[in-house]
């Protein structure tokens, strides 16, 4: 059993800069996929990017080229970069783990998730 919990969520402006972090605890994300989605108000949650066990990693088209995911502190945390942020990045994002280590994208694909961190980029 693993615990997430992410942070590094708050109110910036267009263009800045933040780095989201999920803590596990109970166990390591060795062998893991790690994922960031994300929902906005009034929509669905939606597939951001992932790091696969091997350390390769996928995005989603929206957010290509703008935000990294990353992990580290030998697989006890994951990171989002998320640069030149946009209004239409608001929302509350959340990391997942898939204990199979599988390139996953929908939501059922994942066994754990934690409480979420709401971003909001002003305009």
């Known amino acids: 059993q693993v615990q997430l919990v992410e942070s590094g969520g708050e109110l910036v402006q267009t263009g800045s800069s933040l780095r989201l972090s999920c803590a596990a605890s109970g166990r390591t994300l060795l062998g893991y996929t790690v994922a960031w989605f994300r929902q906005a108000p009034g929509k669905g949650r939606q597939f951001v990017a992932l790091i696969h066990w091997t350390d390769n990693t996928h995005y989603a088209d929206s957010v290509k080229g703008r935000f990294t995911i990353s992990r580290g502190n030998a697989n006890r945390i994951a990171y989002l970069q998320m640069n030149t942020l946009k209004p239409e990045d608001t929302a509350v994002y959340y990391c997942?783990?898939?204990?199979?280590?599988?390139?996953?994208?929908?939501?059922?694909?994942?066994?754990?998730w934690g409480q979420g961190t709401q971003v909001t980029v002003s305009s």
């Open positions: 997942a783990a898939d204990p199979r280590g599988r390139y996953a994208y929908m939501e059922n694909d994942y066994d754990y």
